[in-house]
């Protein structure tokens, strides 16, 4: 996204010195003094335009998804803290709490051969964290190691 980026923004600066460029040669045209005539010209200069337009939303694309991944980085990082948060609480509790906690948590824990585990937990990852997305709340969510 950043090398798209980078694009847009030295296309964009290219489009504006062709601009200035194409401004200069329309007060040629306009004085006599230029071999390109009017409508040329202005359809040059609308085709810059066009082409800046579109080259500016793709800037604005490209600087909205950033925005959102840094949003995305610095949610994820608070989603870091809370969970290290939760776990120094969970570490200073009693082994009887501790049981009574992992107990409301997960509903079932399988064991296959090779040591395969998959644990079945009666709240989702969304309801853990706080987030909501499309699932639906206190579905169960499958984790195998």
């Known amino acids: 996204m950043q090398n798209q980026q980078k694009q847009a923004e030295s296309k964009l600066r290219q489009l504006r010195k062709d601009e200035k460029l194409l401004n200069e040669e329309l007060i040629k045209v306009l004085r006599g003094s230029s071999s390109l005539n009017r409508n040329t010209i202005q359809s040059l200069i609308d085709e810059n335009h066009n082409e800046q337009k579109e080259v500016e939303a793709i800037l604005r694309d490209c600087q909205n998804a950033a925005s959102k991944e840094n949003f995305r980085i610095k949610l994820l990082g608070n989603h870091l803290k809370d969970i290290t948060n939760w776990s ?41 964290t706080g987030e909501h997305s499309e699932q639906k709340a206190g579905e169960n969510l499958a984790v195998g190691h």
Do not use: C
């Open 88 to 128: 120094i609480q969970f570490d200073s509790m009693t082994i009887d709490k501790r049981r009574a906690v992992l107990h409301q948590m997960i509903s079932r824990i399988e064991v296959t051969r090779g040591y395969n585990i998959s644990i079945l937990f009666n709240v989702s990852l969304e309801d853990f």
